[in-house]
């Protein structure tokens, strides 16, 4: 089982990204997908996330509107797109799944325990 996180980098403030959450050796079509990040210093926090069937997601209030969650319609990948990013957002960024029905989150807690963490992918937004 692998699941690896990319597409961080270093972007000016207002700018975007698109992180990709990929697995090989399984499916992700039967997992929620978790998108998680860390600042330096900061306690890991819960971003978005997405059901198995994609019908239902879940974003942080600091990222309601800027941030998209979406499966890849043929790849087995999870994409993550950021857009309006701001300095407060750089952070390393993780995906995590969990073979459940729905992303349920209890003020800003997830419900269950999750199965797998990937590797991470750094996101700087500096000017």
């Known amino acids: 089982v692998q699941l690896q996180a990319s597409g961080g980098g270093l972007v000016q403030p207002g700018g975007s990204l698109r992180l990709s959450c990929a697995a090989s050796g399984f499916t992700l079509e039967y997992y929620v997908i978790g998108w998680y990040r860390q600042a330096p210093g900061k306690e890991r926090e819960a971003v978005s996330c997405?059901?198995?069937?994609?019908?239902?997601?879940y974003y942080a209030d600091s990222v309601k509107g800027r941030f998209t969650v979406s499966r890849g319609s043929a790849e087995n990948t999870v994409f993550l797109r950021m857009n309006s990013l701001k300095p407060d957002d750089t952070a390393v960024y993780y995906c995590?799944?969990?073979?459940?029905?729905?992303?349920?989150?209890?003020?800003?807690?997830?419900?269950?325990?999750?199965?797998?963490w990937g590797q991470g992918t750094q996101v700087t937004v500096s000017s």
């Open positions: 995590a799944i969990d073979r459940a029905p729905s992303c349920t989150f209890y003020e800003g807690q997830y419900y269950r325990t999750w199965d797998y």
């Open positions: 997405i059901s198995s069937s994609g019908s239902s997601t």
